[in-house]
Structure formats: C-alpha cells, structure tokens
C-alpha cells in the first residue's frame, strides 16, 4: 500500500459530542451511518424500510413493475451508495469512536473487500483519529454491550432499529428530517403548503383477491378491484387536481428525501407535464400505498407545494454541529455543486472567508440549533440556503438568507469542513472542493494517475468502492487548490478520467 501523508482533521465528530459534555456515563456513543431505502432491500438480511419512509431518486424514478434484471442492477447500486460510500464519506470525519457499517453481502468475498475499502480509506486518517468500524449483517444483529456502546446516533431512521438505545428517538428524528417540520418550524423557509393525506387504505388482506394473493410490490396493483384501488384513486386525483392547479413557478417536495431527490422544480408548462405523469404512475402510488397504522402518524406522504426562491444569488450549504448543552459550532459555509436534475453532486469551499461567513451566519445556525434542541436533538447538521437578492423597490436591503433545506444528520459537506489546517494552514491550498466521481480503474491506479497530488496532500480519498465484477470504481474525493482558477482546472483534470455522480 503506498505511503501518503496522513490527514489530520481540525475537528472530529468524536471531538464535538464530548463538546458538551459527557454523552453517557456508563458506556460511549456509536455513530450508525448507513442510508435508508424504502424502494430496494439493499442486502438479503437488510430489509427495505417500510415504517420510515424515504423517497430518493431511486424511490422516485423506478417503476413499480421492473424487470428482474434491471431490479438487481438497482439494489446492487443501492448497496454501494448506501453501505459503503456514504458511511466511509461520513466516518472519515468520525474521530476515535465506534462506527457501524452493515455488510455489502452474504458471501465472505464480498464481505471482505467492502471492509478492506473502508479500512483503507480511513487508513490515511493520523492513527488518533481514525474510527473503530464495527460491521454487521442488519440492525439485529448489532452487539452493543460486548463493544462498551451505550447509545447510537443515527444518520438515518432504520426500521430494525427501534429498541436499542439511542441518542433520539426515531419518530422524532424523523420528524425533524421531514420537509413539513422545516415549513412549520418558524425558521426562515420559502412560503409552502401542506398537502396530506386524510386517511389511509385498508390492508390488503381485507381488499380484493389480487390484493390478498401476497403480491410482492410495493404499490397497490392496478388490477385491485377492491376498497384498496378505490381509495388510491380518489387520492390521486385529489392532489394531482390541487397540484395541477397550483400557480407557476413552484417547488414540489416529497416528506422524505435523500440526495436531492423527491425535489421538483416546475417553471413551465412542459415541468408539470412531466411532473403529473412521475406522480400519477410512480411516485405516488408507491407511496400512498406505503401509508398504513404503523406510520400514519408520521405523514409520510405528506406532499410540500412552495414557493420558488427568486433571484437567488448564491446557493450554500450551512454545516455545523449542536452539542447536548445546545451549543452550536459553526464549521464551515460551502458553495453547493448541483447535476441537472437538482441533486447535490459535491461542494466547494474558501478557507480564508470562513471567519467571515461564521459571523454572518451565526445569528441564523444559531435559530436553528435553538429549534433542534427544543426536540432534543444534538449531534451534526447541515442546512440547504438559498440566498435571494432584495426586492427592486429596496434594493438598499440586506439580502434574504432562506433555508430550503434542513438535514439533520451528517451532511455531504462535513468533511470539507474540517480540512482547513490539512489543506489551506499547511499547505497554503485555500480553495477546496469534494465531489463524486465513477472511473473505470481500480483505487490504486486512480491514485497513481494523480500520484503527485496524493503525495502532496492535495488531493484526499474520502470514500471508495470498486466494483470487483466490472473494475468500475466510485468515490468520493477532495482536492485543494490556490485559488478558484487553479480548483477548476484540477477539477478538469479529475474529469478527463472520471465522471462526476450524484452522491
């Protein structure tokens, strides 16, 4: 394995939950940093979430009749994202405490090389702060005593998880990730209003016999001819008739979303075409479907019609942290990097304008770290901003900051945050940006490609995952500059081998 310099983060996660104290004292926090998916079964012994609902991009563009090799190409990219790439992404930020990772797969093969790409990711962390990765197969299976855990936090809400011992309970979590809490919680949000559901359908054991037969999808079948397919029906045409008559431009948001999907900007006629035809065959009766005793109150289907951000001037991502004593700690402002389609893709960051951006944006971190400890929350968040230049009539105002997003959880920009001293102290690298990329090459030749740069520290491996069936890579990767100028032309070099991805 070649020698690099190793990576020294300003700060850790580790660092910060001991900010405010002691989390426990009887035994230590573990971070569970896998993602969510209500659409695919990411592994045969890790379930799909059913209870807590997520609409992805994979949730919102797959059909709900698929064909079985198209299904598993899907759940095999889901397993990479979701089991790999994001946890290694988010512990290498981790610092010296215990991280849980579920296996990639059944077979030890497989097993075995997922574990080595983490290991060796965080392999150029300094010794002091790398993370104890802890692997197993499902939520159940999750030791807790036999590891000194006393407590997790978790990136995201996983069905199998209710019962153990955690930082917050799921509902709550939940809650306070939805689209809807952000619109009532009286931050600075665009205009938005609420579109639910009044009730919800009967199992499919009381509905027809197409229903009874035990299909496996997800949706309600069209064939039902039962209670079922009636109320779904009725559904349906009741918000895509308030929908369709919503004034143009406008944001259509799922409850529940991860990497930028579920999120619909409509600005013309053509846009809510196409958005009508996405909702009345895939997404929602999907998810209508979905809604049953067990969530309902949790309104997951809840639907957000808002208000379009005009003139928006810069669009940022907030990161910081809320301790257990409510204190907020601002990390960084970073420029969002976004694909077509509005999914976050990566970020680029200034060094030297961050004390800058703290004092600005500390009055707003700190409303919402005030809100999120109002409902018990501590640990990392990042907050999506749209910043909206002042109306012609006065032009003589400050800009308006406008939160469209809140992810309370880690967030794609954390690690850029804290390599500060490793890039711009050291090495006199003031720019930054992290991005997602696939190659058709294995780590070690990407890395001798950029040998160099890796040498140099200028360039960092924060994910990675090589597929050992086809050689195609993903990953994720910093790269630190001089200057803008000199960040886009590394950036160009990394792309004449690589293409970036939605992470």
């Known amino acids: 394995m070649q020698e690099f310099p190793q990576v020294t983060l300003d700060t850790t996660l580790a660092e910060l939950y001991n900010r405010g104290g002691p989390v426990d004292d009887d035994g230590q926090l573990a971070l569970l940093l896998c993602a969510a998916n209500s659409e695919v079964a990411p592994t045969s012994k890790l379930a799909r979430n059913t209870k807590y609902l997520y609409q992805d991009s994979t949730f919102s563009n797959t059909p ?18 979701y089991l790999s790439l994001v946890p290694q992404h988010d512990a290498f930020a981790a610092g ?6 579920f296996d990639s797969d059944d077979s030890k093969k497989t097993f075995d090389h997922s574990k080595t790409e983490a290991e060796r990711t965080i392999h150029s962390l300094t010794a002091a702060q790398r993370p104890k990765l802890l692997f197993f197969s499902d939520p159940t299976q999750i030791s807790l005593k036999e590891n000194g855990i006393s407590r997790l936090a978790t990136k995201m809400e996983f069905d199998e998880v209710e019962g153990l011992p955690l930082a917050l309970d799921l509902d709550t979590h939940y809650f306070l990730n939805s689209k809807a809490a952000l619109c009532t919680s009286g931050l600075p949000s665009p205009k938005a209003t609420l579109l639910e559901l009044e009730d919800y359908s009967v199992e499919a054991e009381k509905c027809c016999g197409v229903c009874r037969s035990g299909s496996s999808r997800i949706a309600i079948p069209s064939e039902c001819t039962g209670p079922r397919g009636r109320w779904l029906e009725k559904q349906i045409t009741r918000l895509m008739s308030r929908i369709s008559s919503q004034r ?20 013309s006629p053509e846009d809510l075409r196409q958005l ?12 209508l479907s979905q809604v049953n005793s067990s ?27 809320v301790t257990k004593s409510g204190e907020c700690i601002f990390l960084a402002l ?29 009055p707003l971190m700190t409303q919402i770290g005030a809100w999120l400890s109002q409902h018990g929350y501590y640990g990392p968040c990042g907050a999506d901003i749209l910043e909206s230049a002042p109306r012609e009539t006065d032009r003589s105002a400050a800009t308006q900051l406008n939160i469209v997003d809140l992810n309370v959880r880690t967030s794609g920009s954390l ?6 001293t490793h890039f711009s102290a050291q090495r006199g690298l003031h720019t930054a940006s992290s991005f997602s990329i696939n190659a058709e090459m294995s780590r070690d030749a990407f890395v001798a490609k950029f040998e160099q740069r890796f ?49």
């Not at 009508?276 to 998810?287: E, F, H, V």
Request: with cysteine; proline share 5%; hydrophobic share 40%.
């Open 64 to 81: 709900d009749d698929i064909d079985p090799q198209k299904q598993e190409e899907i759940e095999k990219s889901v397993a990479v994202k």
């Open 96 to 101: 010296n405490m215990p991280v849980i990772l």
């Open 248 to 267: 143009l431009p406008f944001v259509l948001k799922n409850q529940q979303t991860f990497g930028g999907g579920g999120t619909f900007v409509v600005s």
């Open 276 to 287: 009508q035809d996405a909702l009345s065959t895939r997404i929602l009766p999907k998810l």
């Open 295 to 321: 969530n309902a109150h949790l309104k997951p289907a809840t639907l957000i019609l808002s208000d379009m951000v005009t003139d928006p001037v810069s669009d940022c991502g907030l990161t910081f942290f």
């Open 334 to 362: 970073t420029q969002q990097i976004v694909d077509s389609t509005k999914a976050w893709i990566g970020s680029i960051i200034s060094y030297p304008e961050q004390q800058n951006f703290k004092k600005r944006f500390t």
């Open 415 to 420: 690690v850029l945050a804290l390599l500060s």
């Open 455 to 503: 040498r140099e520290g200028r360039m960092v491996v924060v994910s990675w995952y090589e597929d050992p069936e086809s050689g195609v890579s993903y990953g994720n990767v910093v790269i630190g500059a001089r200057d803008e100028k000199s960040l886009e032309e590394e950036v160009a070099r990394v792309k004449e081998v690589a293409s970036e991805v939605c992470f």
